[in-house]
């Protein structure tokens, strides 16, 4: 079992930036795909960014369309944790983000839900225009 606890949500202006901790306790594995979700009000739950990490491969990432260039995904596998740190936010980005593990993934697979066995509570972000 695998435990995720989201910190640092909140209410930022439009253009303003956030960063999105989650925190990992239990069976944690540096081996484990961490990413982020969103649902926004009304909206069906959306991919955010993924990473994975392997001693042979490095890390990896995979970001949804829409977050390109304004968010970055990161882990510290001593810690484990993995971070969200998003930038331009815009109105749009409302939503509450859960955090999400699952096993190592690799291409296509890493965007969708059915992949994660784990998932935080989530944590409330606005963005006021």
């Known amino acids: 079992q695998v435990r995720l606890e989201e910190s640092g949500g909140g209410l930022v202006q439009a253009g303003g930036s956030l960063r999105l901790s989650c925190a990992a306790s239990?069976?944690?594995?540096?081996?484990?795909?961490m990413g982020w979700f969103r649902q926004a009000p009304g909206k069906e739950r959306e991919f955010v960014a993924a990473?994975?990490?392997?001693?042979?491969?490095?890390?990896?990432?995979y970001y949804a369309d829409f977050v390109k260039g304004r968010f970055t995904i990161s882990r510290d596998n001593a810690k484990n944790t993995v971070a969200l740190l998003m930038n331009s936010l815009k109105p749009e980005d409302t939503a509450v983000y859960s955090c999400?593990?699952?096993?190592?993934?690799?291409?296509?697979?890493?965007?969708?839900?059915?992949?994660?066995?784990?998932w935080g509570q989530g944590t409330q972000v606005t963005v006021s225009s």
């Open positions: 239990g069976r944690t594995s540096s081996s484990l795909t």
């Open positions: 990473i994975t990490w392997r001693s042979w491969g490095g890390i990896r990432t």
């Open positions: 999400v593990a699952g096993p190592y993934c690799s291409g296509l697979e890493c965007y969708g839900a059915n992949l994660y066995d784990y």
